[in-house]
C-alpha cells in the first residue's frame, strides 16, 4: 500500500500563544466553571444577606488592614504577572526566570497575607450562617491562590532545567492568564466580605 502526504504540516511552529494552544483553552475552561463557583458562593452570601437584616450577624465586622494589604498586593502582582508573560512570549529566558521567581515570592506571600484574614475575620466559620459565608469566600479563593502557586512555582524549576524551552514558554503565557483571572476574581469578594458589612 502506497502512502500519500495529505497536508504537509512541518512547517507549523511547535507551539502557540492564547487561543492557538489547547493548553490555553482548558485554562479558559477552568476559569468559566470556578468563576461559576465564584458567582454560586457571592449569590449565596447575597441571598443570606437578604434574609437577614441584621447582617453580619452578631458579629464584628472583619479587620480591613489584612484584606485591603492583600487586596493591594494582587493589583501590584498584576505588573510583575505582565513582566513573566512579556518575557515568556519573547522568548526571554533570563527575563522569564526572573519574574516566575518574583511571582512565585509573591503568590507566597499572599498565601500568608490569606492566614492572616482568616484570623482577622472576627467570627468563626461555624458560629452562624454570616460566619461560614466568610469563611467560604476567603477559603474559596484560598485555593486558586494555592493552586496558582504551586503551578507558578513548578513552571519556575522547570525553567531552570534543560525542559525550560519551547512550549514551556507557553505554560508560562498560560499562568499569567490564570493569576489575572485569580486577581479580577478577588475584587469582588472583597467587597462583599470587607465592605458589605459596613453598610
Not at 461555624?126 to 491562590?145: E, I, P
Request: proline share 5%; glycine share 10%.
Amino acid at each position: 500500500m502506497k502512502t500519500r502526504l495529505a497536508v504537509d504540516l512541518s512547517g507549523l511552529p511547535p507551539f502557540g500563544f492564547d487561543n492557538r494552544s489547547p493548553i490555553w483553552w482548558g485554562t479558559l475552561g477552568f476559569v468559566a466553571i470556578e468563576g461559576m463557583g465564584f458567582v454560586l458562593a457571592v449569590g449565596l452570601t447575597l441571598y443570606l444577606k437578604h434574609v437577614n437584616p441584621h447582617w453580619p450577624m452578631d458579629a464584628a465586622p472583619p479587620d480591613l488592614l489584612p484584606g485591603t494589604l492583600l487586596t493591594g498586593v494582587l493589583l501590584a502582582s498584576l505588573w510583575f504577572n505582565r513582566s513573566a508573560d512579556k518575557a515568556a512570549r519573547d522568548g526571554d529566558l533570563s527575563g522569564t526566570r526572573l519574574w516566575l521567581v518574583v511571582m512565585t515570592v509573591v503568590g507566597l506571600a499572599t498565601i500568608g497575607l490569606r492566614l492572616w484574614e482568616f484570623n482577622a475575620l472576627n467570627v468563626r466559620w461555624d458560629q452562624n450562617a454570616y460566619g461560614s459565608c466568610q469563611w467560604l469566600l476567603l477559603g474559596l479563593h484560598a485555593t486558586h491562590l494555592i493552586t496558582d502557586v504551586g503551578d507558578t512555582a513548578v513552571l519556575t524549576a522547570l525553567m531552570f532545567t534543560k525542559h525550560g524551552r519551547g512550549k514551556r514558554y507557553s505554560d508560562v503565557s498560560d499562568n499569567a492568564f490564570y493569576w489575572s483571572f485569580v486577581v479580577a476574581a478577588w475584587i469582588p469578594i472583597y467587597g462583599l466580605v470587607y465592605w458589605v458589612p459596613r453598610w
